[in-house]
């Protein structure tokens, strides 16, 4: 399929609800609505292809952006090809998509993750995060690198722009979650700053207040 091809199915697979939902969250008014079902099952079938993917992302839509994050080779990307295609991003929702299917995977993810994390722009910022979030998730970060960044998300958090601050909470609370020797100390963090304590929260879902993440993350993983 060409770039005109996919442009065309996404279209006519746009519903103007979930557009209308999509762009209340933070997307351009450039967007179809797709079903992530159905951008998935795009992707499966075209699969991996670089160059196809570069000319969806250029598009600027956000469902093509979407569809090209599961169709990109982080390897063949340039680390300033990754800036400059992240300080494009405005909706945090695309910005974790490519964070996790591409940046981190990326050789230059470290490099990247030091450099956006300090911004004071709120993609970039969300972007570094988010990268942390990745790296904190694996378990395997040392008690010297955890203490820097809970001394930064003490630091930083309550006044970090809205997406850079949804990022940080989230590292705070997987660093309670996969590390035992921190969780008190997170759960003791979280409460002292308050960062989301009043955060109406829909029914069924986890308070983004860390101490009930963090509980709630604790008990998923004794579940499983």
Partial sequence: MTKTEILATLCDLGNEKRKQMYIKNGASENTYGVLLGELRKLAKKLGTNHELALELWESGNTDTQWLACM??????????QVRSMVSQLTYSDIIDKFVGEIVCNHK???????????????????????????????GKLTNNVLEDLLTKIEAE????????QWAMNHALCEIGISYPQFTERCITLGETLGVYRNLKVPKGCTSAYAPNWIAAGIKKRKND
């Fill in 71 to 80: 169709m990109l080779d982080a390897n063949k990307l340039t680390i300033d």
């Fill in 108 to 138: 230059d993810a470290d490099v990247l993750a030091e450099e956006w994390s300090a911004s004071d722009k709120d993609n970039l910022g969300r972007a570094g995060w988010k990268l942390i979030v990745h790296k904190v998730s694996g």
């Fill in 157 to 164: 958090l309550q006044t970090a722009p809205p997406a850079k």
